[in-house]
């Protein structure tokens, strides 16, 4: 682990901890919403807290919520809630979002904005687009579930987005692994590191979409769908 982190220094993809940290205390924590700061402490203390969204990772995905105007996301994939729960307190009064953090969800008085659907991701999907309605019905989409199904789930927002909605996709650098040899990966990475090499391969060449990749928190794929 000790040489995967050096590797990565050296190649430029970890800031130091000390910049890192004045861009969150300069910028990033001082909006933080109370709820969002709660619910972030209350995951802190979890063995797997790293799954979690970093919080300059949301504070991006609030303005895409805004500038695209969102009344309708959805979210594939939930840990403790911190992303589905900054949807929630983004979006309108009448907005919806479709998708551990709960309690806390329920104290910042939005869970009514909230449709949590508690399944395997795809078949879900796939029933929501039996209703032809919510074709092109959803502003803004999050997708932070299986690496390995990245791609599925991304053709059916093409189908769930709007023309100009906006879908992000998380862990799209898996931790800085995508440029690494085999033998540097920690085992605990190894299993999506091709999944998600592959997927950002398909993405970077698809027409449907205009991307930016941004190396906020573990990597961001940043899709607006034009067609």
């Keep these: 682990m000790e040489q995967y982190t ?7 993809l970890l800031q ?15 909006r933080e919403p109370e709820p969002l700061k709660e619910l972030r402490h209350a995951t802190a203390g979890h063995p797997r807290a790293r ?22 996301a959805i979210e594939v994939g939930v840990y403790t809630g911190y992303s589905l729960l900054l949807n929630a307190l983004t979006i309108p009064e009448d907005g919806k979002t479709f998708e ?11 869970a009514d904005k909230i449709h949590f659907i508690e399944s395997e991701a795809l078949p879900a ?7 032809t309605e919510n074709e092109g019905s959803f502003d803004f989409a999050f997708v932070d579930a299986d690496k390995g199904n990245y791609w599925n789930y991304h053709e059916r927002m093409m189908k769930l987005l709007k023309v100009g909605g906006v879908v992000v996709y998380d862990n799209t650098l898996w931790s ?5 040899p085999d033998e540097l990966v920690p085992e605990n990475l190894k299993q999506w590191k091709e999944p998600t090499i592959e997927f ?23 899709c607006t769908r034009l067609y």
């Design 51 to 72: 799954l979690a969204t970093s919080p300059d990772a949301g504070q991006l995905m609030a303005m895409l919520l805004k500038l695209v105007n969102a009344k309708k």
């Design 176 to 180: 800085g692994t995508v440029i690494l």
């Design 16 to 30: 130091s901890e000390d910049l890192y940290r004045y861009i969150l205390e300069t910028s990033v924590y001082p």
């Design 200 to 222: 950002n391969k398909l993405v970077a060449v698809d027409p449907r979409v205009q991307l930016s990749h941004a190396s906020v928190g573990d990597g961001m794929a940043i």
């Design 6 to 12: 050096k590797t990565l220094l050296s190649k430029g």
């Design 125 to 131: 999907l796939d029933q929501l687009l039996q209703n």
């Design 100 to 110: 551990i953090g709960l309690p806390i969800i329920k104290k910042a008085g939005v």
